[in-house]
Structure formats: C-alpha cells, structure tokens
C-alpha cells in the first residue's frame, strides 16, 4: 500500500515511505510480508562488491540447514496507519511439483490489500510471489504485481542461480553474487539465520537484488524483550535497521521490529515513525508453523 508524503516531484531516489533503497513506493505490503526484511532494507546505498567475482555453478549451490519454516505456512498481518486499520498482508508457503535443475523447490505468495476507510478511498490489491530452492533458500523466480490507488507497475525476475546473473523483465540481465535474494525470499532466509549467540550491536547483512540493483539490507541487534499484542504476549528477539539517520527516520530507533524468540523467528510486530505519523504491522493470525510459537 503506497503512503505519497510529497507531491511535488523529488529528485531522491529513496524518498520515502517505506524502507528506502528497498523500494521507490511505500507499500505497506511489503512491510506486511516481510517485517524482518523491512529491518534490513534501510541500507542507504548499493552493494559495492563486483559480483562477476563470486562464481557458482549447480554442483555448489548453497545448502541451508534450518527448521524455521514448512509447507503450509501462513501468516496474516494487519497493517495500522496511526489508530486506521489500513490494510491486511497475507503471505502463504506451499511446495512445487516441478524441481528446477533437480532441486525442490518452495513457492511463497504475499497478498496485500486495503481495508476499510482507506479500501474506499485508495484501494490496493498487490501480489508477490518468490519460488524458491528447498534446500538453499535462495530463488529461482520473483514476480510482483502492484495495484495502488490507479498506480500499477509489475516486476518479473528470473534468477539464474548456476550463472551468477538475474534476468530482468526488459529484458536486462544483471549479474549479482551466488546465493542472492529478492525481497520476499529474503524474509524466509533472514529465518534461517543463528541469533543464539547474538550480542547487542551485532549487525547482519543479507545481499539482495531490488528495483535493478544490488543492495545491501542490514539489520542491528538490540536484545530480547516480551511485548504484548492484541492477541497476547510474546518472548521476542527485538532488532532495528541501519539506516541513514536524517533522510527518513532521526535514528535508528524510529523502526523497531520484534521476532519470536522460537525456532520459528517469525515478526510479530514493526513499529515506524515516519513523517507523517506512525505505522504498525502486526501479527493477527498465524498456522501451519514448524515450531509451538513464543507466546505466554
């Protein structure tokens, strides 16, 4: 769901709603699906380092040893604009028959849609879809379809793992580091990371290919902490992005995102203050989990 804050043209890039550098609208959506993601994407430039470097080939690819997620996953995320129930996010995991060079492969679909006052006045309905390698968390496929208030635009990637390179709609061909994201894989990858040994400050980095370009998305540590939601309370790890202070947000601490401290690691909350007010993203509804969730 785009949030326009200016109306006058801008020559940033990152203007801003949403995480900048991740995306050129605010889509609430994407907050929705990918709560972890949006902590990582507040890095204020592209990766520096040369992919032609990195060589991959389909008898190395990357293999992931985790159980933060399985088929039949679901999570259904209400977004708040100030005390507006703005939108609602849905993003489900299921499997694909078909394996892609002999590997299994995971389909995610994220749907976002307005709510309410603001499906009256400024209706939404988004699509994002990821299929992605079983085995190495990493995709093979990204589709993404965005309808926003009379604002439509679609995205078609295909990642050329064993190549090293990302084939872009136009059609362009990039070339990007093995094991790369797009931005919805990358809220089941960042699952998959080790925070048993985390310490505050501890900064992880994850490589991912957004809007034609490379990018960087970070996110900071900060502890554990319980919260309470309208459906109950949660043992959370608590983290923040690292951002450009000033273009967007003051500090860091003006996004904040909690995960479940479980094997599931699943965001349960992201709080932003931005410009205009406030926005909220949180867990409502939740099935098909890997592991009992984190909450009291």
């Known amino acids: 769901m785009r949030l326009t804050?200016?109306?006058?043209?801008?020559?940033?890039?990152?203007?801003?709603?949403?995480?900048?550098?991740?995306?050129?609208?605010?889509?609430?959506?994407?907050?929705?699906?990918?709560?972890?993601?949006m902590a990582?994407?507040?890095?204020?430039?592209?990766?520096?380092?040369?992919?032609?470097?990195?060589v991959a080939s389909?008898?190395?690819?990357?293999?992931?040893?985790?159980n933060a997620f399985k088929s039949g996953e679901k999570l259904t995320y209400i977004v708040?604009?100030?005390?507006?129930?703005?939108?609602?996010?849905?993003?489900?995991?299921?499997?694909?028959?078909?394996?892609?060079?002999?590997?299994?492969?995971?389909?995610?679909?994220?749907?976002?849609?307005?709510?309410?006052?603001?499906?009256?006045?400024?209706?939404?309905?988004?699509?994002?879809?990821s299929q992605f390698d079983a085995e190495g968390v990493f995709p093979w496929m990204f589709q993404r379809r965005v309808s926003e208030g009379g604002y439509e635009f679609s995205q078609d990637y295909f990642y050329r793992q064993h190549k090293n390179e990302v084939v872009t709609q136009e059609p362009k061909t990039h070339a990007?580091?093995?094991?790369?994201?797009?931005m919805l894989s990358a809220f089941y990858y960042a699952r998959t990371l080790d925070f048993s040994n985390a310490k505050p400050g501890d900064v992880y980095t994850i490589q991912t290919f957004l809007d034609d370009e490379l990018w960087p998305l970070q996110m900071k540590?900060?502890?554990?902490?319980?919260?309470?939601?309208?459906?109950?309370?949660?043992?959370?790890m608590k983290f923040q992005p690292v951002?450009?202070?000033?273009?967007?947000f003051k500090t860091n601490d003006d996004l904040n995102v909690w995960i479940t401290d479980d094997?599931?690691?699943?965001?349960?909350?992201?709080?932003?203050?931005?410009?205009?007010?406030?926005?909220?993203?949180?867990?409502?509804q939740y099935e098909g989990l890997s592991h009992p969730i984190a909450k009291q």
């Open 40 to 54: 990582f994407a507040q890095s204020d430039r592209p990766a520096e380092s040369d992919p032609k470097t990195a």
């Open 5 to 37: 804050l200016r109306e006058a043209p801008c020559t940033d890039r990152h203007l801003l709603c949403v995480p900048s550098g991740m995306v050129r609208t605010s889509t609430f959506f994407l907050a929705g699906i990918g709560l972890f993601t």
């Open 80 to 129: 708040h604009y100030g005390w507006v129930n703005a939108g609602e996010a849905v993003v489900e995991l299921r499997d694909v028959e078909q394996p892609i060079m002999g590997r299994k492969v995971l389909r995610a679909v994220g749907r976002g849609r307005s709510l309410g006052a603001f499906n009256a006045f400024y209706k939404v309905d988004d699509y994002y879809e």
């Open 221 to 236: 540590y900060v502890g554990k902490e319980t919260i309470k939601l309208r459906n109950g309370k949660y043992r959370c």
């Open 176 to 182: 990007v580091p093995p094991s790369v994201q797009d």
């Open 263 to 284: 094997g599931n690691k699943i965001p349960v909350l992201a709080q932003a203050k931005v410009l205009v007010g406030s926005i909220k993203m949180e867990l409502s």
């Open 58 to 66: 389909s008898s190395n690819f990357r293999t992931v040893n985790h």
């Open 243 to 248: 951002v450009q202070e000033g273009r967007i």
